[in-house]
């Protein structure tokens, strides 16, 4: 009997995978890529998902963590988010590093830094700030992957406008992976493609 395949990774990651799912939603619309996941810790399920939203929403508030943590407060019936983390592929803004500490979350990992915006540690620090909650925070979490993701921003649109054109006109859906981009690719777990007729994942 062959051995079981052991996953050679700590599986907090596949909530990183999947905040970066998707942030490969959001730029397929066209959004800048960002995506959130919340996860009850004691169960390890997966409360609430988010990924920016700003230019359908139009609205300034429709950040990826944001909506994670609306799904997460109904999912869980209330506005206390205790025992739970938030997944997030950027470094998150002051908006959603307040929502953050408003929805008393414990944990927040990041993927990669946002130096122009991030007020976690490159703008400002603000959970070292005396607020009446100081959620523990860890960075770099497929750090390659989360930096990678935002050169699908400009958004699709603005990188691929060709294909973005055909997507607007209601063009193909094909579903299939026909290109896989170097960036996505990380080890140990291949990382997925986007489908540039589509842009579906
Ligand atoms: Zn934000």
Redesign the pocket.
């Known amino acids: 009997m062959l051995p079981a395949i052991q996953t050679p990774y700590e599986p907090e990651v596949r909530y990183m995978e999947r905040a970066l799912e998707l942030a490969e939603l959001a730029a397929a619309e066209g959004e800048v890529p960002?995506g959130a996941v919340v996860v009850h810790k004691p169960t390890g399920a997966i409360i609430g998902e988010g990924y920016n939203r700003r230019e359908a929403a139009k609205s300034p508030l429709s950040?990826?963590?944001?909506l994670a943590i609306r799904q997460a407060s109904r999912t869980l019936g209330g506005w206390r988010l205790l025992q739970s983390a938030i997944y997030v592929t950027?470094e998150?803004?002051?908006?959603?590093?307040g929502?953050i500490l408003h929805a008393r979350l414990d944990q927040v990992i990041f993927g990669t830094r946002d130096p122009k915006?991030g007020?976690v540690c490159s703008v400002e620090q603000m959970f070292e700030l005396p607020y009446n909650w100081k959620p523990q925070v860890m960075e770099g979490m497929l750090q390659p992957a989360c930096a990678a993701v935002l050169h699908l921003c400009g958004g699709a649109a603005r990188l691929f406008p060709a294909a973005a054109a055909k997507k607007e006109s209601g063009g193909l859906r094909c579903g299939k992976k026909v290109i896989t981009c170097g960036n996505f690719r990380i080890s140990p777990s291949p990382w997925r493609s986007v489908c540039r007729t589509c842009w579906r994942i």
């Open positions: 960002v950040h990826a963590e944001i950027l998150p803004c002051p908006m959603c590093a929502a915006g007020a």
